[in-house]
């Protein structure tokens, strides 16, 4: 999926936006999780192996 595809602006964006500011707009904690969610599976849409790349190096770096 790409910034610039249908796909992301009509459909990704408006739901992650939606759940983000109306569903989990009172707790920080739940929309960071659901960012970090949405943000594996725009990842994973590209190329689902280099989630596995991004997901280790956050558990060595972080």
Same mark, same amino acid.
């Given at each position: 999926?790409?910034?610039?595809?249908?796909?992301?602006?009509?459909?990704? !964006?408006?739901?992650?936006?939606?759940?983000?500011?109306?569903?989990?707009? /009172?707790?920080?904690? !739940?929309?960071?999780?659901?960012?970090?969610? *949405?943000? !594996?599976?725009?990842? *994973?849409?590209?190329?689902? /192996?280099?989630?596995?790349?991004?997901?280790?190096?956050?558990?060595?770096?972080?």
């Amino acid at each position: 999926m790409l910034f610039s595809s249908n796909i992301f602006i009509f459909i990704f !964006l408006p739901i992650v936006l939606f759940v983000y500011y109306f569903l989990l707009g /009172k707790s920080r904690n !739940l929309q960071n999780i659901f960012l970090f969610i *949405a943000s !594996l599976f725009f990842y *994973a849409w590209g190329e689902p /192996k280099f989630v596995l790349i991004m997901l280790l190096s956050i558990i060595i770096i972080g």
